[in-house]
């Protein structure tokens, strides 16, 4: 197995324009993703896991630390580059769809593929080839408002991989969705990731993470835990996630009540 | 109390959708003060012109700010509506903390008076301050009449500030409305739900083409202006409604035909745009219909009254072909009650010349024995009748105003020695009327020459001709057959009136002939009608200066409506399009090409509006000039080449006004 990703100390802070503070959203993050893994990320809110998707994903630059996708610097791409980098290896699939209401269902999908020009057959043929995957073949005509959020999720994956991407990025993918849509979506993963889809999901969803082979846990900007699943039952792996985050949870107690004892004192 | 404070808050927190609409209610505000003081003062502005100029002008003005009214109304409609549009969320919000509907009320109200009161107050101030400057400026420039008190009548500021209150009264109502209809939850799914795709309408797009088309058509094909006003005012509605439907159905109708083309449709520069364009043109139609309506009276009144200021010797020469004119009533004349004999009339008049310093280069008198409207047709010459007068497009080609003058006469005025037979004429017309021969009744006569006009007015629908005769029996003979109801008297008494008219060239300042006019004006000499170019070159000047100054004022009102449109299109769509641009940059297009489609998306929306204001003036053109040569400017190149003049600063205004908007819009979606 080859490494498609890699991340090596890794810090984001943000300057905000009003504010003298700046905010440490990314400590030091390292680490990597095989070939073929499908990874899940964890984390409470704030903790800076949109943060890291965006930094892997070329919409931002890391404060310091470097990032290697599939032999690429990302800092070596100028600014000019980077959106076609983006279109070129990754897929993005966001919690809130992002689809574009002007566009139907086929034009979303090709999105990408119109962009680096693309010849027309050739779309046809990939969307052609992904849409029976997706359970979108009837449904190329219609237009994001005629269809319920699993169907546009839907939609929105479709448009991450029709240009083959080597890592499918997703934030809170299932997000929006109700746990039965949310379920069909994760089992649309999984299947992907059998046919060899490299997978990197934000979740805050224990039974979202449980679908995968790995479980990377982030606090305070800074990688905490991992787990991986081995031979464990997706059921097993849940309680094991759930284990780690109740850990995770009550180390920050365990601080709070240190604070507050010191308080008391 | 709780309200007004809460409304001043709302106003401060969200300055970036109250501002556009405080910017266009006060705005309105302005254009009403000017208008209706226009209207007010049209005819102080006109007082040196004669009273009926005065009465068609205040009429013609009334007509204006009517119009103005009614624009400021629609405008303040679709302000309001955006306003809503952009605060549905925000109002959501306070109902699902606890506000009723009557809160919720009572809150617009507030925030809906507050703004009244600012604009009210800023457009009065800003209006007169701008109609006072400009008058001041350009009034004073263009010699408009000095002691008018335009701009800062309370009486126009006043109605003004009535209308803008009603029109505020107006949004109220519609708001309250607007508020029972949506229930809050409703509002907040209304937000978020995605937008549909329009569908071709069929019968917009039909209506909007045929009624280009009948527009377009009226417009090229009333051929006299005179007889065809009302049917110009018919292609003026039909071109507004085309425009209006076709900008809004014609456009959903082509970009959705391009869409079918997959070649096409699938390029990067045209996929986003294409798809965009079809949601965008029903939100923008009509806003650019607007534009483009603006822009065309803009361009038409600017040009017509730049041209009609330039045209003013035009215009003199035409109504005073001579430097100086008038009727001879002297001893000469059988019926004239006068004892001063033609050589003493010449005389005086020399007399009163040499005391003005004014040199008499050329004197010319014509006799004319008697002038009839004629029809000359190819068979037949007639009395023109009704008929001839009231054609679709006019009075009929054949309709001359027809001199009819002794040998003699002409010999004498020409000074040559022109021979006749006895069924033979000389012909002269303004028309290209090339006859060989004339039919009155039974007589046939021959054209045996073409003779030289005199001095002709031009200031008709209708052609002149001179027919010469070789004596007065002949003039009765024929004058018979035009019209043998006529007995011998009458014919006699017909032709014994003849009239002689003294035309003189004239050297020396402008002032001094006006003085000399007056003073053989006020002189018992035998001479009526006296007419003076320098007198009426002076007197159209100052008519044609109080319409130039109105013009310019009118057509910056357009400019500026035009300027608003532009900023809440930019406005609006800035804020629907910020989430899209931002999606498509994380699917992966570069800053530049975003920056590259919006370009191109918004250099579509820009140009669409010039280009058909350009294509409505053209249309337009050539009835505004036929209009124009009823004040007796006969040259089309000039009114073609002031036309483009004006199209091409005006293109310039609209870049400018287009590159400022759109940092508006850059602001926005970045
Ligand atoms: N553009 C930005 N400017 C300033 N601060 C930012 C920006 N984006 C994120 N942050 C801050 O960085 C920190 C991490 O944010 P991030 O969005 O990565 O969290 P997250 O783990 O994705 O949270 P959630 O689970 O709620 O989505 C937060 O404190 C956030 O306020
Ligand atoms: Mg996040």
Known sequence: MSTILELSNVAKTYHTRFNANAVHALTDISLSVEAGEYVAIMGESGSGKSTLLNLIAAL?????????????????????????????????????????????????????????????????????????????????????????????????????????????????????????????????????????????????????????????????????????????????????ISDTMTAMLAKQGDGNTANATKGAI | ??????????????????????????????????????????????????????????????????????????????????????????????????????????????????????????????????????????????????????????????????????????????????????????????????????????????????????????????????GALQWFFIAVVLVIIGTYALFIAGSVFIYKRLRQNKRYYYQPAHFINVANMIHRMRQNGAGLASITILATMTLVTIATTITLYLGVPQIVNTSNPADFQYLRQTTADKNANTKITPAQNKARVATIAAKHHVTIQKRTVTVISTSLPVNMGVNHVRLASDKDYAGVFGPSHEVTNTDIMTLANYNRMTGKHVTLTDDGILLGTTRNLNRTKLVFGHHVMQVQGRDDMPYTTNLSATGNALIVFKDDATITKMAHALSPKLGKTEMAAMLSNAQTSVYLKLKGKPANQIAMANEVQKTKLGALQVQSAAKSRKQVLRWMSAFLFLGILIGIMFILATALILYYKQVAEGLADAKRYKILQQVGLSKREVRATINSQLLTLFYIPLIVAGVHTAIAAPFIQRVLTLFGIFNWGQFAVITAATLGVFALVYVLMYKATAQVYYRIVR
């Not at chain 2, 309200?3 to 302005?30: D, E, G, S």
């Not at chain 2, 007169?128 to 335009?150: D, E, Q, W």
């Open chain 2, 1 to 226: 109390m709780f309200y007004f404070r809460l409304a001043a808050t709302n106003i401060r927190a969200h300055k970036r959708i109250f501002v556009p609409f405080l910017l266009a209610m006060t705005l309105l505000m302005i254009m009403n003060v000017v208008m209706l003081s226009v209207h007010a003062d049209a005819s102080a502005i006109f007082a040196d012109n004669s009273l009926g100029v005065q009465a068609a002008t205040t009429e013609m003005f009334k007509y204006g700010s009517e119009v103005m009214i009614i624009f400021a109304v629609i405008l303040a409609w679709y302000a309001n509506g955006f306003l809503l549009k952009q605060r549905t969320k925000q109002l959501a919000l306070y109902s699902i903390i606890g506000f009723g509907k009557r809160e919720l009320r009572l809150m617009v109200t507030a925030e809906l008076t507050i703004c009244a009161a600012i604009s009210i107050v800023c457009g009065a101030v800003f209006g007169a301050a701008f109609a006072r400057l400009s008058y001041l400026a350009l009034g004073k420039m263009l010699g408009v009449p000095g002691k008018i008190h335009f701009g800062i009548d309370p009486g126009p500021i006043l109605l003004a500030a009535g209308i803008i209150a009603l029109i505020f009264v107006l949004l109220v109502l519609l708001d309250a409305n607007w508020l029972r209809k949506h229930r809050p939850l409703a509002m907040l799914q209304a937000v978020s739900a995605g937008e549909r795709e329009p569908k071709t309408r069929w019968l917009l797009l039909i209506v909007g083409v045929i009624s280009l088309v009948a527009g377009y058509a009226a417009a090229i094909g009333i051929t006299n202006p005179l």
């Open chain 1, 60 to 240: 931002d630059k890391p404060t310091a630390g470097s990032i290697n996708l599939n032999g690429t610097e990302l800092q070596t791409i100028p600014e000019s580059k980077s959106a076609k980098f983006r279109r070129e290896h990754l897929g993005f699939v966001f919690q809130d769809f992002n689809l574009l209401d002007t566009f139907n269902v086929f034009d979303n999908i090709v999105l990408p593929l119109v962009l680096s020009k693309t010849p027309v057959p050739e779309m046809e043929k990939r969307v052609a080839a992904l849409a029976p995957q997706l359970g979108l073949d009837d449904k190329l005509a219609k237009f994001p408002y005629e269809l319920s959020g699993g169907q546009q999720q839907r939609v929105a994956a479709a448009r991450a991989l029709i240009t083959k991407p080597e890592l499918l990025l997703a934030d809170e993918p299932t997000g929006a969705l109700d746990s039965r849509t949310a379920d069909e979506l994760l089992k649309l993963f999984s299947e992907l990731n059998a046919t060899g889809q490299t997978i990197l999901m934000v979740t805050h969803s224990a039974v979202a993470a449980s679908h995968a082979q790995r479980v990377l846990f982030i606090r305070d900007g800074q990688l905490f835990h991992q787990l991986y699943r081995g031979d464990l039952t997706q059921d097993e792996m849940l309680v094991r």
